[in-house]
């Protein structure tokens, strides 16, 4: 199966760093023309295929100038990545307006700014991709996850509306739900070797997700290949909670 993005314009937002960024490189080293999105960036783009645009997701005037930023340089947007995310701890009755508010701004809210900005690019051209970070918080929460798991839950609804609302314009739009990728927001791989043990206990496939396991899926679903998979949730876990006791399978 040939997945061919060569030249195709692929947009992904939270690039500056962690998960992105890797999305970013794995995308050019497709041969696609890679738009990276972030607040900042630690080190201007070097001679490859990534070119940065500063963009704050959550802001509707920021949106709208990057994407005709974009556009004006590259003609459309083929591919978009809403990968950007924030993560909010803390129960209910700890969590003030501000933070819960922060945390849908930019999961839920920049989802829905970057998608309703790049949608007429997309329909014009009578194609395109839309992919959107979910993430397995939206299938089981955990205690104290309320804004993070109901913000991504929210983004896995508005993803099957906009899959109905732009198939009329061969538009595809999917969700993915990653499971446990060791990053500096979560730092699985810093926690105590027990602490480790409990959360990989609860994978089917009993080690961290890299971002090159959610790459792979990406790169499958902004591909031509994925052409009739739309409105959709795609679970990357690694089977996490697939069974009850998933660690039994390994004498655990």
Known sequence: M????????VVVTGAAGGIGAVLAERFAGEGARVVALDLAFRAPSGEGAIEQVTCNVADPDSVAAAVATI???????????NNAGINVEGPVSDLDWERWRSCFDVNVGGVFLMSREVAPVMKAAGRGRIINAASFAAIVPSVGSAAYAASKAAVVQLT????????PWDITVNAYAPGMVPTA???????AQEDQ???????????WESPDDVADLLIYLASDASS????????????????QIPARAYGR
């Open 71 to 81: 556009v004006e340089r590259h003609g459309t947007i083929d591919v978009l990545v």
């Open 2 to 9: 040939e997945l061919d993005l060569k030249d195709r314009v």
């Open 185 to 191: 927001m979560n730092g699985f791989a810093e926690m």
């Open 228 to 243: 009739y998979i739309t409105g959709t949730l795609v679970d990357v876990s690694g089977g996490k909670l697939a069974t």
């Open 160 to 167: 099957k509306v906009l899959a109905s609302e732009l198939g």
């Open 197 to 207: 043990d409990r959360l990989l206990d609860t994978l089917s496939l009993r080690r």
